[in-house]
C-alpha cells in the first residue's frame, strides 16, 4: 500500500523532549513534558518549587542538627549517632548502609531506641493534635 507523499512542512509531533525543528517554550522543573492537565502558570509554578525547596531545607536541618550536637557536644560515636537518626526516621537503609560501610554493626546499637520513642512519640503527639484541632 503507497502513502501520498508528506509534504515539506511536516513536523512529526514530538511528545518529550525538545524539537530542534520548531520552537517550544522553555520548561521549568516542574512543567511536565507530557501535560495531563491544564497550563499552570508561571506564578504558580514558582509557589511550588519555592515551597519544594522549603521542604527539602525543613527536612536536612534536624538531622544535621542532631549530628552536629551528638558529634561535638555529646562526644557520641558517629556510627551510632547515624543509627539514631534512622531509628528516629523509622527507616532502616541509613543504617544498613552505615553498617556496610563501616563493615560493623556498630550502627544498629543506635537504632532500636530511637525507632521506638520515635514510634511511641508520633502516636501520643498525633492523638493529642487530632484531640485539640476541634
Known sequence: MLL???PDNYLPKVRSGFSSQ????PWTSLSPRLRFFGN????????????????FVACM??????????YHL???NPAVSMGGMAGARSHSGPCQEAATEIGSNVPWVGFPVAFAVSGI??????????????
Open 4 to 6: 501520498p507523499p508528506k
Open 22 to 25: 520548531r520552537e517550544e517554550k
Open 40 to 55: 499552570t502558570p508561571n506564578a504558580a509554578r514558582n509557589i511550588l518549587e519555592d515551597i519544594g525547596l522549603l521542604v
Open 61 to 70: 536541618l534536624p538531622p544535621f542538627a542532631v549530628w552536629v550536637v551528638g
Open 74 to 76: 555529646m562526644k557520641i
Open 121 to 134: 512519640l508520633l502516636t501520643v503527639l498525633g492523638y493529642f493534635a487530632m484531640v485539640f484541632a476541634n
